[in-house]
């Protein structure tokens, strides 16, 4: 069903006819694939590809002779959209075709999966997109976001993998040979279960994943590589759905992450939701009318925003017309008409910008660095193209950013570097750190800080536990990764299981469990018996239901809804004006 809070507008007729069937699902309760038939061996030898898969924009590149070198889509594009859709005659498309889908068939066009995958339906981030994209999000037997795309649903894995499948082919077609491996990127500040997911979509597309680069580095590589620098550089990334700033030190070859932050809901949507707002409000002033057009109308509002953002970032003045917007009560058609200016532009994009270079001075003070301590600023993702981006970075540094470094490429070209190193020992040294905070659950509900956030990867910490019944011979321990300290507010990474433990009275049996991340940021458990020193079966399997979780560490409704509405609210804030101004047109907000 779809979100019941949405404006009625967005769903223009996506109620299906007939009722669709219930989703294929595998023995594991998952959404079984439907576009994509997953290989069943994949050979780990051949070519490996350097692949950022983006929010808005996919990016392919590999070393030829040595250098790294992008690929072009079939089109002709340095990069391809990250966009899926089902046109009329129910065909899959990808990319380019897919997105010409989005203002025809916004029901039935996906983007954005990236912000989706590898998380739960009931989290407060899913909550949120639901209220704001056009296509259905329903969960799977798991509990996890899936979409609805036609008559089928699909996990967002298989929407990755489809992405990634396209990816593939362009790599296949350059090379005239098979490729089964890649590297593939992702933002600093992607959790555990979502750097998972994205393996797994990576073997739903037929490609081993080889590594799993975070971005940011992967940019500071494309920077740096084999220039014997000595600098500490600051990568900012502005992109479609994301941001990331990190503080680099590179050492010759050695990557060294000081500090890492962003924020997951920051990038090109959310300014083209302002500008939306904006363009709309004009639209009432003008014409004298609430806008009250449908999801396809306001798909082209959104499609218009986003060209004169871009167009800003040339010129200073840029005329946004969408003929035929609505039709007024009367039956006549309305267009919308606005002149806006860079100064417009800017005045809307303000308060977001800010809220970037606070996390930048956030990443300074986590790095223990001045601005003046930072040598170099690399500028990524198309949204850092804006000259406002350039102007409050040089308010704060005092110096301009490098122009040697291609915003939409330097992700995947250090992919495609890094890809030279999988198979040989090489002098390339990467050290990143944690994004966000690893703990356990304690009753009731609180949150234990195990791995603080900016540690170094690998990183490991040992804590002990006890047993708190006669005979116990199983123990369960529940991981969440966020900063908040109440575990509701964040996220769930599933339950340890401690089995095989002896018998003895209640706290005689004492375990060592100890928590290690690699340096991809995987996380392994193990644990050891005190008294035997023997090691003992410990799996991170165990993925409990919201509410099994809330039965088993007791934690009350309460204080749950008040984590939950911590995290919602901030969510909310975030991205609240938009639908503000939409349900205040509809004459039905306050
Ligand atoms: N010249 C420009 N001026 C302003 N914004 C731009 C320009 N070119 C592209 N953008 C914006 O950049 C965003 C896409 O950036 P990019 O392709 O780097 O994102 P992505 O890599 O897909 O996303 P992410 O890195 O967050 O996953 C879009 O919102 C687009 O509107
Ligand atoms: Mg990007």
Redesign the pocket.
Known sequence: PAAPSAPAMLAPAAAPATPAPPPALDANGQVRPIYLTPPQTLSGTGPVIGI???????CVALLSNGRPIVLRSREGYN?IP?VISLNAQNKLLVSHRAKNQLVLRPTHTIYGA?RLVGRPYDSAVVKQVRERFHYEITPDAAGRAAVRLGNDVLSLEEVQGIILRECKEMAETHLNQKVERAVVTV?AYYSEPQREAVRKAGTMAGLKVERILN?PTSAALAYGLNRELNKKVLVY???????DATILRIEKNVFEVLGTGGDIFL???D??NLIVDFLLERFQEKEGIAFSGDGIALSRVGDAA?RA??A???RNTFEVHIPMLMMDDGGRPRDLRVMMSRQDLEKICDPLLNRTIDVVRDVLLDSKLRAADVDDIIL????S??PLVREKLKGLFGKNAQASVN??EA?ALGAALYSGSVDKVSSVVLIDVLPMTIGVAMPGGGFKRVIERNSPLPAQRSFAISTSQDNEERMELSIFQGEDNHISANEYLGTVRVEGLPKGPKGSVRVAVTLKLDSECVLHVEAREYSTRKEVKATLATRYSPEELQKQLQVSKEAMSAAEERRGADLKDRAGRFWGFVKKALGRGK
Do not use: C, Q
């Open positions: 950022d898969l983006g929010t808005t924009n996919s990069t990250s990236k933002p971005e990334d502005l992109g479609g759905g994301t941001f990038g090109g949507i300014f083209d986003e953002k871009m800003l970032s040339e990524v993702g198309g949204m193209r804006m915003a939409d992700v």
